[in-house]
């Protein structure tokens, strides 16, 4: 079974410092990847999703940014965090579209 | 954008009630999903419905599909204090595969 890797648990930065949230996959290959990030008490919204090495699909305008350096790898980046960037972060595995989506635990951030 | 919306946005019910909350989406879909969020963690995934399926029970969890009225309802039997949580409906629409999540139902039991 998939085993979703996600750190840190929380995060604390102020606003203007740079982001780097890193989700790594084990158990399985080639799968699809996903950020999503969810508001207190809210739903999640999807921001990134990439079904390969190097394909990124953006699905919000943002100061936020992905990468997938390597297959089994989803990176989060900014270069300067908003206030409004604060929320629980997301990863997310799934094999394809009739397949069940496996989650990290999942980062806080908080920008002060 | 989110796709699917659960109804009511919470619920409290005592433990050994039935809960029951519902979820509607917009497009057509290839199958829908349930998942289970205890608060300050991941989903879980609980159960996942085919566009061609009415009707699939895991457990004390049972799912309906009806795919005319864009519509699914999660019941969840014999309810336990354990059952303490958020859940959520998603969605792969047909011409996708990415899940797009509702707001979730927060279900609050009662010992």
């Known amino acids: 079974s998939q085993t979703i890797h996600q750190w840190p648990a929380t995060l604390v930065q102020p606003v203007g410092s740079p982001l780097s949230l890193e989700c790594t996959v084990e158990g399985t290959s080639n799968p699809n990847l996903y950020w999503y990030r969810q508001a207190a008490g809210r739903g999640l919204q999807l921001l990134f999703y990439?079904?390969?090495?190097?394909?990124i699909s953006s699905e919000v305008p943002q100061n936020l940014s992905a990468s997938r350096p390597q297959d089994r790898q989803f990176i989060l980046s900014s270069k300067k965090l908003l206030l409004s960037d604060s929320g629980f972060y997301l990863c997310?595995?799934?094999?394809?579209?009739?397949?069940?989506?496996?989650f990290g635990q999942g980062t806080r951030l908080t920008v002060v | 954008s989110q796709q699917g919306e659960e109804d009511p946005q919470a619920l409290s019910i005592q433990e050994g009630e039935n809960a029951t909350m519902n979820c509607s989406y917009k497009?057509?879909?290839?199958?829908l999903q349930w998942y289970r969020q205890n608060s300050g963690r991941g989903l879980v995934h609980l159960i996942l419905i085919r566009s061609n399926e009415r009707e699939k029970h895991s457990g004390r969890l049972r799912v309906t599909l009806d795919t005319s009225k864009k519509s699914s309802s999660l019941l969840i039997t014999a309810s336990r204090a354990a059952d303490t949580a958020s859940y959520f409906c998603a969605t792969a629409d047909s011409n996708d595969y990415k899940l797009s999540f509702g707001a979730g139902t927060t279900v609050t039991v009662r010992a």
């Open positions: 497009t057509s879909i290839n199958n």
């Open positions: 997310a595995v799934d094999r394809g579209p009739s397949t069940e989506a496996f």
């Open positions: 990439s079904v390969g090495i190097g394909q």
